[in-house]
């Protein structure tokens, strides 16, 4: 039988303190690359150390003392062009618990509103030795340039309509926590599909763990040829629920021409808004996620986000937790040593 929201949760805080051991009992296993770019392009061990190593670091934030002496002496740089308040603050707090020192920069506080490009303010940052920079920009492959620009690692906290991937760890996380295995579970992910980097790139990842992906939106939310991702599409919300085990609503995404998609708000909820009715149609026991900012009354009812099915707040707490871990990969034992080691 499955476990319940309270049991999960009771499981997760009861977990031992302890010192941070990986998989594979050592502290020097790591990423493949400097970089976190995305999800396409990492392969399923990447996925699981990322997923395990956060695992382990949980129960930091559980402590007393919240912090941990991991990075101490690292400097990890947060540069948000386009607002944040979950993923802004989640990797401030994970830098901070792992002893790093941490700078944010906005864009209302960077050079860039005096006309400097992003080459520019990367080379400059650049010059004063960071260990880590932390991107989110409207423009997909922003992160990629400052990667190929820069020494320092780099990781995207989402490009434009491209890719987040630490969200999509942290959603893999939640799902883990809850569901035990991804592998075989029916994943509905509905909403502004078109514009969004969290589809994307939990996509990737759900496929990559072994999930069966299951996309609705109408027609105008649905990239064409969406299927060559190895999804099952539907223009109607009410088949995609039928049988899942995971319902993940998304946000539309006006910023990025999600406006000109749909007639009203109310006329999109009354045809894809995640009621309590449409909700009965998955499984008894399914979780329902979103990535947040959420819309109540477009694209989830009230009462279903804060109903016994919802983990979002679960999934905020395990962004910490991924968080840690990328950079604790990254910057700790990872790749950015190994680059080091091969200069
Ligand atoms: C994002 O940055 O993509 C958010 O986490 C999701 C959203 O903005 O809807």
Redesign the pocket.
Known sequence: MAETREAVAGRMNDEPAGELVLPNGQTTESLKHKDLLGIEHLDVEEIRLILETAQHLKEISRRAIKKVPTLRGKSVINLFFEP?TR?RTSFEIAAKRLSADTQSISASTSAVVKGETLIDTARNIEAMFPDLLVIRHACPGAAKILADTCSAGVINA?DGAHE?PT?ALLDALTIRDFKGEIEGLRVVIFGDIAH???ARSNIHCLRKLGADVVVAAPPTFLPYDVEALGVEAHHRLEPALEGADVVMA??I?LERGGKLSFPSSREYFNLFGLSRERLALAKEDAIVMH???MNRGVEIASDVADGPSSVILEQVSNGLAVRMAVLYLLAGSGAAKNVEAAA
């Open positions: 944040s993923t989402g987040h969200q969004s980097r969290v998304l946000r995404q990535p947040g900012p």
